[in-house]
């Protein structure tokens, strides 16, 4: 899955971690995929099933069946 940076940067910020959301701006592409990223994803905290329940739409209802 894709994800723009700037929505991992907005859920580190929304967690008051302001820190790692720059950290995350000079270390993640602009365009996050969730499988080959996810190492980068995790050192920030981030788990990729409670990133994609916080997009907008529902997409984590969507992905459901995916095995996220």
């Known amino acids: 899955m894709q994800i723009d940076k700037s929505q991992i940067m907005d859920l580190l910020k929304s967690r008051g971690n302001d820190e790692k959301a720059e950290q995350a701006a000079q ?38 069946g995916l095995g996220l």
Not at 32 to 60: H, N
């Open 27 to 64: 270390e993640l592409p602009d365009t996050v995929d969730t499988e080959r990223d996810s190492g980068l994803l995790r050192k920030f905290g981030i788990d990729v099933r409670e990133l994609t329940s916080k997009l907008p739409g529902g997409l984590r209802d969507k992905l459901g």
